[in-house]
């Protein structure tokens, strides 16, 4: 089944570094996103990306944040200066058509923890 | 903005026991989607829910669709061990762009 692909699974920086998250979405899809979840909370949406530009983004989305895609295959998600708060899951993830209906395919995650 | 509410937080039950969470949208919603969410590990999509009224089977899995297109719930029949995770509720507007996630429900079941 095809796979929605995170690196690095595990990201430690220090506060005020830029980051840089690295997503290969399934590649016959069209929408793209960011998601984040903060332990032991919901997901939350971060940012949509359609037709090479951003389709929708959410409160939590400020100029700290940007997405690409660079190259027709890898999806980023660039944090420009790292806050504590910003220590979560952050998750990748297309949206596709399943046997059961249409959904997102998750990634595995990247765990950013900011010192 | 539209708001999922889902319930309950937390449920255990014993092995054998039947569990249901339950989702409800302030908005009419196009359609509802359900994952589930190992611990530690990645939502899983598991089924789109699109018709008013609409309920479908996937083994002990039982969805369910509002007439209202309003709520949503997920019914597991003599759960077991394997059951254990968080069950998420996203709902959509209409639109592909943003998808709001319910605060799901922690599924724990002893053996």
């Known amino acids: 089944e095809p796979e929605v692909t995170q690196t690095p699974s595990h990201q430690v920086t220090q506060m005020g570094q830029e980051v840089i998250l690295r997503c290969v979405p399934i590649?016959?899809?069209?929408?793209f996103y960011w998601y984040r979840q903060i332990l032991g909370q919901k997901v939350e949406f971060l940012v949509s990306f359609y037709n090479n530009e951003i389709s929708e983004k959410s409160e939590i989305f400020d100029d700290q944040f940007s997405v690409e895609r660079p190259d027709g295959s890898n999806f980023t998600l660039k944090i420009r200066s790292t806050k504590l708060e910003d220590s979560a899951m952050y998750f990748c993830?297309?949206?596709?058509?399943?046997?059961?209906?249409?959904?997102?395919?998750f990634g595995s995650g990247t765990r950013l923890t900011v010192v | 903005g539209q708001q999922v509410m889902q319930i309950p937080q937390y449920q255990h039950v014993q092995e054998g026991e039947d569990f249901t969470t339950y989702c409800n949208s302030s908005t009419t919603l196009s359609n509802i989607q359900w994952y589930k969410q190992r611990p530690g590990g990645h939502p899983v999509f598991l089924i789109q829910?699109?018709?008013?009224?609409e309920v479908k089977k996937q083994k002990r899995l039982t969805f369910q669709f509002g007439e209202a297109k309003k709520n949503s719930s997920l019914h597991i029949t003599a759960t077991q061990t394997t059951d254990v995770g968080t069950y998420f509720c996203v709902g959509s507007g209409g639109s592909n762009y943003k998808l709001t996630f319910g605060k799901g429900t922690l599924l724990t079941v002893n053996p």
């Open positions: 590649s016959n899809h069209l929408y």
């Open positions: 993830a297309s949206w596709g058509l399943f046997a059961l209906g249409y959904g997102y395919t």
């Open positions: 829910l699109v018709k008013s009224g």
